[in-house]
């Protein structure tokens, strides 16, 4: 299956402060890929969708100015949180549909804002 | 009422028996059916990958879909304590760069 990476795997940082977490696609070049949120003992739930060298759609109720996505590769897309605060510690993980229409995950960001 | 229902769980079984997970949804539009498999503070794998009504099997693992019943199953025969994880349903509407639609996920304990 294609292989999808994150960095960082874990980060940790003062409330108010931004956080960049980096999905590369190793061996396929993605014009779309995908980012989610999952709360402990809760399902995935779609962020937005990163578009390779156009604006990222973002899903009701996510802030598109908090949560800034780009996509300036075919395989690099960045999210960036901006001013987090305590109740954006989640785990962030991204995906990529593959030739075949399979979609595949990276192994996910968790994010602790303190 | 969500899309997508799956029963979080969670179900602890004996090593060796079958394992059913099930989902229902509510759009009938779905047409691409997936389960992954997701590891403790892991990103989700792929496990099956079916379209439309019908059964597929890769070694232990059989999915099935009931398009007339929204109702799609995982049956994972001579489970092993590997097997212990969270397995999640999804599902889409077309081809390509669609987003997914997930249940909930099952917590599944394979007991020694």
């Known amino acids: 299956g294609a292989v999808v990476s994150q960095h960082p795997s874990w980060v940790i940082c003062k409330s108010g402060t931004s956080v960049k977490i980096e999905c590369r696609s190793l061996?396929?070049?993605?014009?779309?890929m995908f980012w989610y949120r999952q709360f402990p003992k809760q399902s995935l739930m779609l962020m937005a969708t990163?578009?390779?060298?156009?604006?990222?759609?973002?899903e009701q109720g996510v802030e598109k100015d908090k949560f800034l996505i780009n996509h300036a590769s075919l395989t690099l897309s960045t999210l960036t949180v901006t001013s987090a605060h305590p109740e954006d510690s989640s785990f962030y993980i991204c995906?990529?549909?593959?030739?075949?229409?399979?979609?595949?995950f990276g192994p996910g960001t968790r994010l602790t804002v303190l | 009422q969500k899309e997508v229902e799956q029963d979080p769980g969670p179900l602890s079984v004996p090593e060796g028996a079958i394992v059913s997970l099930n989902c229902t949804y509510s759009?009938?539009?779905?047409?691409?059916f997936m389960w992954y498999r997701q590891y403790s503070r892991k990103g989700p794998e792929l496990l099956m990958y079916?379209?439309?009504?019908g059964n597929k099997e890769d070694g232990r693992f059989t999915a099935q879909v009931d398009k007339s019943s929204k109702y799609i199953s995982l049956f994972i025969r001579d489970s092993q304590p590997s097997d212990s994880a969270t397995y999640l349903c999804?599902?889409?509407?077309?081809?390509?760069?669609?987003?997914?639609?997930f249940g909930q996920g099952t917590r599944l304990t394979i007991n020694p």
């Open positions: 995906s990529h549909p593959s030739a075949y229409n399979e979609q595949f």
């Open positions: 061996d396929f070049q993605a014009t779309t």
């Open positions: 990163s578009n390779e060298g156009s604006k990222a759609t973002y």
């Open positions: 759009n009938s539009a779905f047409q691409y």
């Open positions: 079916t379209y439309s009504s």
């Open positions: 999804a599902m889409r509407v077309g081809q390509g760069a669609q987003k997914l639609v």
